[in-house]
T-cell receptor
Framework: QKEVEQNSGPLSVPEGAIASLNCTYS??????FFWYRQYSGKSPELIMF????GDKEDGRFTAQLNKASQYVSLLIRDSQPSDSATYLC??????????FGSGTQLTVLP | DGGITQSPKYLFRKEGQNVTLSCEQN?????MYWYRQDPGQGLRLIYY???????QKGDIAEGYSVSREKKESFPLTVTSAQKNPTAFYLC???????????FGQGTRLTVV
C-alpha cells in the first residue's frame, strides 16, 4: 500500500465550479498535511497546510482533514483556467520528511 | 530577494560522468532536501540535511552524494553509479520550527 494515495485523474471541471481533490494516507501517526500546486515543467508551490481536524480556508481554497478516516482533501471554489495544474498531497510524520502522493492533474475548462 | 536558487536549469550528462547540481538558499533555513521527480510521478526523497555537516539518506540515495559544508548550500552529485539519472531534480528548504517546505525552480537532468 502506498503511503500517500491520490486519484491520478485527470480531473476536469468547468470554469466557476468547485474542484475536489482527495488524498488518503496510511500512517495514523501522520501529523501535518500539505497541498502543493505544480504547473507543467515547474517546481511545486505550497498552497496550504493543515494539522488539525476540520476545515482550513484561504481565499478560494479549503483544506479538509479527517484523521480518523486518514483523509485530507482540497476544495477549489470558483475554479479558473489558471488553476489547471497537478496538485500534490504531502504528509509529514513527526520529524520525518515529507512523503508525496503521485499527484492529481486538474483541468479547468473555460 | 529571499529564496532558493538551483542551477543549472538544464543539464546534460554523458554516460559514466559525474555531475553536480547546485542548491543555494538565503532564507536562513536549517533543513534542506533533495527530491527526484519522474514524469507523471510524485517526488521521492534522495537526501536531506537538518544541520551543517550532517545529512541522511532518503528513500532513493543510491548513486547520489551530497555535502553540507555551509548552511546556505546543499549540492547534489549524481554519480556514474546512478543508472537512470534522467529526471527533474528539486531542492527544498524549511525553517527549524516551520511546518512547510519551499522549493527551488528545479534542474532537469538528461543523459545523452
Amino acid at each position: 500500500q502506498k503511503e500517500v494515495e491520490q486519484n491520478s485523474g485527470p480531473l476536469s471541471v468547468p470554469e466557476g465550479a468547485i474542484a475536489s481533490l482527495n488524498c488518503t494516507y496510511s500512517d495514523r501517526g501522520s501529523q501535518s498535511f500539505f497541498w502543493y500546486r505544480q504547473y507543467s515543467g515547474k517546481s511545486p508551490e505550497l498552497i496550504m497546510f493543515i494539522y488539525s481536524n476540520g476545515d482550513k480556508e484561504d481565499g478560494r481554497f479549503t483544506a479538509q482533514l479527517n484523521k480518523a478516516s486518514q483523509y485530507v482533501s482540497l476544495l477549489i471554489r470558483d475554479s479558473q483556467p489558471s488553476d489547471s495544474a497537478t496538485y500534490l498531497c504531502a504528509v509529514r510524520l513527526g520529524a520525518r520528511q515529507l512523503t508525496f502522493g503521485s499527484g492529481t492533474q486538474l483541468t479547468v475548462l473555460p | 530577494d529571499g529564496g532558493i536558487t538551483q542551477s543549472p536549469k538544464y543539464l546534460f550528462r554523458k554516460e559514466g560522468q559525474n555531475v553536480t547540481l547546485s542548491c543555494e538558499q538565503n532564507l536562513n533555513h536549517d533543513a534542506m532536501y533533495w527530491y527526484r521527480q519522474d514524469p507523471g510521478q510524485g517526488l521521492r526523497l534522495i537526501y536531506y540535511s537538518q544541520i551543517v555537516n550532517d545529512f541522511q539518506k532518503g528513500d532513493i540515495a543510491e548513486g547520489y552524494s551530497v555535502s553540507r559544508e555551509k548552511k546556505e548550500s546543499f549540492p547534489l552529485t549524481v554519480t556514474s553509479a546512478q543508472k537512470n539519472p534522467t529526471a527533474f531534480y528539486l531542492c527544498a528548504s524549511r525553517g527549524l520550527h516551520a511546518l512547510e517546505a519551499f522549493f527551488g525552480q528545479g534542474t532537469r537532468l538528461t543523459v545523452v
